[in-house]
T-cell receptor, first 110, second 114 residues
Framework: GQNIDQPTEMTATEGAIVQINCTYQTSGFNGLFWYQQHAGEAPTFLSYNVLDGLEEKGRFSSFLSRSKGYSYLLLKELQMKDSASYLCAGPSGSARQLTFGSGTQLTVLP | DTGVSQNPRHKITKRGQNVTFRCDPISEHNRLYWYRQTLGQGPEFLTYFQNEAQLEKSRLLSDRFSAERPKGSFSTLEIQRTEQGDSAMYLC????????????FGDGTRLSIL
């Protein structure tokens, strides 16, 4: 599996922009997923990047640099409901099981 | 649109007892995964089914753990002789074939060992 690192916690203000970073081992790269997980709920799929560059989906965008082993999730116009854990994950193996980072707990303040 | 369903949502049991969890994946998904998640951590892979065949098992899956997917639809995960360290959220996910296809997760079964 891969080593995936992301910050443990972040805090931002409602209406602001926040960038959550993720670094991973580049060997055996098969793309990178971002999931959102509210406390006590299922992780929900946000984005998948396999090529370099920025993918935009409404208020959420995800960026990938394969040469640097680096990705980020960009959240714009933050809302209180965006307070959640954001998980970076890479698929590996024939089963394409996901190796997750520990998650970044984002708190959005009023 | 029904998602991945897991039950029970919560299970409290005494150390040494056996427990069984059920997962009903999204109906057209042939891939099914079990993960375990502890507080403050990301999910950790346990095992994988493609249709009814169990094709991959993590070293986390000790011999006290067994999983089945008898007809390629729902799956069960059984833990025998539970230990304190088994306390965790057990998540099931399913997906279709394809490298870019995301896994869709259920809400999980939270296991507490007394």
């Amino acid at each position: 599996g891969q080593n995936i690192d992301q910050p443990t916690e972040m805090t931002a203000t409602e209406g602001a922009i926040v960038q959550i970073n993720c670094t991973y081992q580049t060997s055996g790269f098969n793309g990178l997923f971002w999931y959102q997980q509210h406390a006590g709920e299922a992780p929900t799929f946000l984005s998948y990047n396999v090529l370099d560059g920025l993918e935009e989906k409404g208020r959420f965008s995800s960026f990938l640099s394969r040469s640097k082993g680096y990705s980020y999730l960009l959240l714009k116009e933050l809302q209180m409901k965006d307070s959640a854990s954001y998980l970076c994950a890479g698929p590996s193996g024939s089963a394409r099981q996901l190796t997750f980072g520990s998650g970044t707990q984002l708190t959005v303040l009023p | 649109d029904t998602g991945v369903s897991q039950n029970p949502r919560h299970k409290i049991t005494k150390r040494g007892q056996n427990v069984t969890f059920r997962c009903d994946p999204i109906s057209e998904h042939n891939r099914l995964y079990w993960y375990r998640q502890t507080l403050g951590q990301g999910p950790e892979f346990l095992t994988y089914f493609q249709n009814e065949a169990q094709l991959e098992k993590s070293r986390l899956l000790s011999d006290r753990f067994s999983a089945e997917r008898p007809k390629g639809s729902f799956s069960t995960l059984e833990i025998q002789r539970t230990e304190q360290g088994d306390s965790a959220m057990y998540l099931c996910a399913s997906s279709t074939q394809g490298v870019s296809q995301p896994q869709h997760f259920g809400d999980g079964t939270r296991l507490s060992i007394l």
